[in-house]
């Protein structure tokens, strides 16, 4: 990391003060570290040996996107730079630092979420490029119908990936070929396509010491509100101020409880994938909740 860092500061042109570097926790596709440089900014640096040379890429692309469309109040790490050095992909970004999560801290992050939901508007699904969900690709060919693009670039290469995988029972895998089969018993074309952070569970935000929410690690894309939020109840839920403030500023259509676990399976097939049998009883709790 060490030799990384005296190549970033000649790239970047950053007074890279080494004794500053320390390791950052969580994450485990790629290794992150703080540091500063001589006027004491303080830099995130993330990278990876093993992992497809184009993720930062896709991250960087998601990051400068939310930035874009974000409302004041929502904060995303400024990107500088990504790419490979000594074979080692790098992404530089900002640091924001840590603050303590508090429940009242989640009445603003719904509202903001909110906001940039409803204002982050476009005519397709999809994104300007492919991305990752996680370690796994991540389909965004531009679509105009949600369902479409939801059944092929969502369900249908997880289930193929799970096939190929031999990940499913045969129980399961009838259970998913009908709900494919019939996926417009269960989902519809929602009300607007809208920019998503596409990986919101609890450990890709964070709050600033002022209690501002900050969007890290994303999987952007273009679709339904409704599967932001829904990832945000698979893993445990957020606190119930966050939805009371959704909800008071951009109200979810009737019918989403419903289309919740249609939503959360994704990322059960996903999870399944990438770590194995453990989350066959994930995916089948999903299909249990769309009464398959």
């Not at 570097?21 to 004491?40: C, H, M, N, Q, V």
């Not at 960087?60 to 490979?84: E, N, R």
């Not at 801290?105 to 982050?120: K, P, Q």
Request: aromatic residues 14%.
């Amino acid at each position: 990391m060490i030799r990384i860092l005296g190549d970033i500061s000649d790239r970047y042109g950053i007074a890279v003060r080494e004794e500053t570097l320390k390791p950052l926790r969580g994450g485990d596709i790629s290794d992150s570290y703080t540091f500063e440089d001589a006027a004491g900014r303080k830099y995130v640096i993330k990278h990876y040996t093993q992992h497809p040379y184009d993720l930062f890429e896709a991250e960087a692309a998601g990051l400068q996107t939310l930035a874009d469309h974000a409302p004041d109040g929502l904060l995303v790490p400024k990107v500088f730079g990504f790419g490979s050095i000594h074979g080692n992909q790098y992404l530089l970004m900002e640091f924001i630092e840590h603050g303590v999560r508090q429940p009242a801290f989640y009445a603003v992050f719904g509202r903001l979420l909110a906001r940039l939901h409803r204002e982050g508007r476009n005519t397709r699904c999809g994104f300007q490029i492919n991305n990752y969900i996680g370690a796994t690709p991540q389909m965004n060919g531009w679509q105009s119908s949600w369902v479409e693009f939801f059944l092929e670039q969502r369900l249908r290469y997880q289930y193929d990936r799970a096939v190929r995988g031999r990940q499913l029972d045969e129980a399961t895998q009838n259970r998913l070929i009908f709900l494919m089969d019939h996926i417009t018993r269960y989902l519809a074309e929602p009300e607007q396509i809208s920019l998503l952070h596409g990986d919101l569970w609890g450990g890709n935000h964070l709050f600033d010491p002022e209690g501002r929410p900050v969007l890290i690690d994303p999987a952007v894309y273009y679709g339904d509100r409704e599967a932001d939020i829904a990832l945000t109840e698979l893993f445990g839920s957020f606190p119930e101020e966050f939805y009371a403030a959704y909800r008071e500023e951009f109200p979810l259509n009737p019918g989403y409880e419903g289309r919740k676990p249609l939503y959360q399976l994704y990322h059960a097939l996903n999870h399944l994938n990438l770590f194995g049998i453990g989350y066959l009883s994930l995916v089948n709790g999903c299909l249990s909740r769309l009464k398959l």
